[in-house]
């Protein structure tokens, strides 16, 4: 294990530095296309007899549970340290808005994905069951922002929007995370999706979260509060997030949302009423590079994966097609409300385009696909996932910039 992180470390370091000398891009973006540019060439080189360095790669991601590490370890410290950076107040103002993307929109793209997929497949030539149709709709809806989070601020988005992208994407991956669980728990129990019963399990693992997440941001702001010392302050909060994530599994209460609302706690009130100026500049530069660290080790980990992703002419099409599929879900769920009701959400009236093609797909997707049990509806739908991932990454990482942009101007520009 300690020889797989320290190379997982030193590839990550390797590529950060040749995106930031020579590429230029974000780094997760810039990550991300240099592993899956050497990943291609090693299949490449496979393809011309040369095997030896690809099959290097393959038994170095065999060492590497991508769903364990992800879902269990990286997922509640990014969550965490995404929630520290939300301000409470403006949350709340979008507060409607936010919790109908993050429960009725991932529902409703959910069943539109997987309705969608269902009905393609055999157009193809493939076959996947409706349950599992549902389920890579649900692991496949929820939006991860991470990568192209400072690319909208530093384009001069609204505020605004900012809040409702960043707030959408916390919430909907718990509630992502959770219908995903709860629909393979029904495939993989034998017996088909439930309504009444489905419903009542999401209430009680969301409701659950947020109730413990909670209590234990409140238990973590009264233990701040009650010292000055930023060594042991950071070290409380980093151990509440490991360990509280835990304890949710264990509870089988949400954790990812437990995490999401301690962060808000924390980053709201523990911040302002439980820190002195010194430790909160500790805290906050302890946070924001960690949170770097491991997107770029989570990204590269992304890029490295294509070599254990197979692909075919029917997969590609397919996939090619769900990548229209999940931009017409996101504008239909997401864009559309704030088109025909932008007055009262609060929102600028066009920024239905940023929250349309601002909807990235990320690691969490990848994550739960891998997570799936071995077979040929793990293969198909791994494959369609990262697919989708690498090109809502690439395409739309690297061009919400210019919507953004675009957007602004349109927005200054007089009317008539």
């Known amino acids: 294990m300690f020889n797989v992180v320290v190379s997982c470390l030193v590839v990550t370091a390797l590529m950060a530095y040749l995106n930031h000398r020579f590429v230029h891009l974000p780094t997760s973006i810039g990550v991300l296309a240099i592993a899956l540019l050497l990943s291609l060439g090693l299949v490449v080189l496979k393809s011309w007899g040369f095997s030896g360095l690809h099959a290097y790669e393959t ?3 065999r060492k590497i549970d991508f769903s364990e590490v992800v879902l269990k370890g ?55 069951s409706l349950a599992y149709c549902l389920i890579f709709g649900a692991l496949i809806s929820p939006t991860d922002p991470i990568a192209v989070a400072g690319i909208i601020r530093s384009a001069g988005a609204p505020r605004s929007l900012t809040v409702v992208i960043g ?19 029904m495939v993989t129990g034998g017996h088909g999706p439930n ?6 399990l ?26 000055d010392n930023y060594q042991v302050e950071v070290l409380i909060t980093l151990s509440a997030v490991l360990g ?17 609302v301690a962060g808000l706690v924390v ?33 590269v980990l992304i890029g490295l994966e294509f070599a254990a992703v197979s692909f ?13 599929v999940t931009l017409v879900a996101r504008l239909l769920c997401a864009g559309l409300p704030v088109a025909l009701f932008s007055r009262f959400f609060g929102l600028p009236r066009g920024g239905w385009q940023v929250l349309t093609w601002g909807g990235l797909r990320g690691a969490i997707s990848v994550a739960l696909a891998l997570s799936l049990p071995a077979g040929a509806p793990r293969d198909l739908i791994l494959a369609m996932t990262y697919y989708i991932v690498v090109f809502s990454i690439l395409v739309q990482g690297l061009s919400i910039g210019k919507v953004v942009r675009w957007f602004t101007a349109a927005e200054a520009r007089p009317e008539g």
């Open 167 to 185: 707030g959408e994407s916390l919430f909907n991956d718990g509630i992502g995370v959770v219908l995903f669980a709860l629909l393979l728990g």
């Open 267 to 299: 980053g709201n009130r523990g911040r302002a009423l439980g820190m002195s100026d010194l430790t909160r500049t500790h805290h906050d530069h302890f946070w924001e590079l960690l949170d770097w660290m491991l997107n770029s080790v989570l990204f």
């Open 312 to 324: 075919s002419p029917q997969v590609l099409l397919v996939s090619a097609g769900m990548i229209v």
């Open 195 to 200: 309504l009444t019963q489905g419903a009542i």
């Open 59 to 61: 038994a170095f991601l």
């Open 244 to 260: 509280g994530y835990a304890l949710a599994r264990h509870l089988h209460v949400s954790g990812p949302l437990a995490m999401v």
């Open 74 to 128: 990286m997922l509640s410290v990014l969550l965490f340290a995404a929630a520290l950076e939300i301000d409470f107040d403006e949350l709340r103002s979008h507060r409607w808005y936010i919790a109908g993307l993050a429960i009725v929109g991932t529902v409703a793209s959910t069943v539109l994905i997987g309705g969608v997929l269902w009905w393609v497949l055999p157009w193809a030539g493939l076959q996947l």
């Open 202 to 227: 999401l209430a009680q693992e969301a409701g659950g979260g947020l109730a413990f997440g909670l209590l234990l941001g409140y238990l973590t702001y009264r233990l701040l509060r009650s010292i």
